[in-house]
């Protein structure tokens, strides 16, 4: 994976910021990883690197398990505060070949992003649906089961994780509109936003970077719509299971944003699950080399079992 310079300058000035507030919740930092740790767990090639659209990052990497199949699909979006210049699809990797060696295929996709033409609204949403839709025309070369798709997301992937679930609740008139979006069976959110228009001035002050604003091009005060079409927490009752994970010294999704949103998925009827992993911060819950990984493991399988 190439280094992305401007990520790790990010997280030192957004540590900077939080300083004050990690030093009264006695957060370790000296053990807890960084986005570099995340970075460095090597991954195994692809089976396939797979074109869904025309532009250079509109593409996923397939990993396929052997067998006849059909195999279960865990679609695999990564983070890095919605900007190219901050991590690519290699963040994911390692999940894939986690989740390969137990018979389970994944579709790690990559999508435009802030710093690059097409990247933010509303073309950052449109690549990941188009991305999962395109499981359709792949679905038969490599035996993969379109009715065992799970959605897991990292950060600011986790939030893209939690919209592809929500997007067939999208009005027609939505510039992210699609007809008859593939169906997913749920979807984990390792410590994404649930809702763009919440928190705003913290996030992009841990990114060192206006990336909510940018994303969705204005505030909630001057493009209220774009915030109510890509918010889960706006779209809700979702429809299919959700599992939200954060650590104890999470610092981007505050944990009174998370509970909220759980509490008001349930009072829709979804069926939501919770899980706050003590000792850990935002970025051991998707790495497969920490102590966390059977618990988040064990998750994405209880959606498909």
Request: aromatic share 6%; hydrophobic share 40%.
């Amino acid at each position: 994976m190439r280094e992305h310079g401007g990520y790790w300058r990010a997280i030192v000035c957004g540590a900077m910021l939080a300083s004050s507030i990690s030093a009264a919740q006695n957060r370790p930092t000296a053990t807890l990883m960084s986005p570099r740790d995340l970075a460095a767990v090597p991954a195994n090639p692809s089976d396939a690197h797979i074109s869904y659209g025309e532009e250079s990052d509109q593409f996923g990497e397939l990993r396929v398990p052997p067998g006849l199949g059909p195999h279960p699909v865990v679609v695999l979006i990564h983070g890095g505060c919605f900007k190219v210049a901050y991590a690519d699809l290699q963040l994911m990797a390692p999940l894939g070949d986690a989740l390969k060696a137990q018979g389970i295929a994944s579709w790690n996709i990559e999508y435009r992003r802030l710093g690059q033409p097409g990247g933010g609204w509303p073309g950052t949403h449109r690549d990941v649906g188009s991305a999962v839709d395109h499981l359709r025309v792949i679905a038969e070369k490599f035996r993969l089961d379109l009715n065992r798709v799970v959605v897991v997301g990292h950060s600011a992937g986790g939030h893209l994780a939690m919209w592809l679930a929500a997007r067939s609740r999208l009005p027609p008139a939505s510039d992210l509109y699609v007809r008859n979006p593939l169906k997913v069976r749920g979807v984990v959110d390792l410590a994404g936003p649930v809702d763009l228009s919440a928190n705003i001035e913290g996030y992009e002050s841990l990114c060192a970077d206006p990336v909510i604003t940018s994303l969705l091009g204005g505030t909630p005060t001057t493009v209220p719509k774009r915030y109510a079409e890509a918010s889960p927490r706006r779209l809700l009752p979702l429809g299919v299971p959700q599992i939200l994970v954060i650590g104890q010294y999470e610092e981007y999704v505050p944990r009174p944003i998370v509970e909220d949103y759980v509490n008001a998925a349930r009072q829709a009827g979804d069926t939501v699950e919770f899980e706050y992993i003590p000792g850990v911060g935002h970025f051991e819950i998707a790495n497969v080399r920490a102590s966390t990984w059977p618990k988040i493991n064990a998750l994405i399988r209880s959606l498909m079992d």
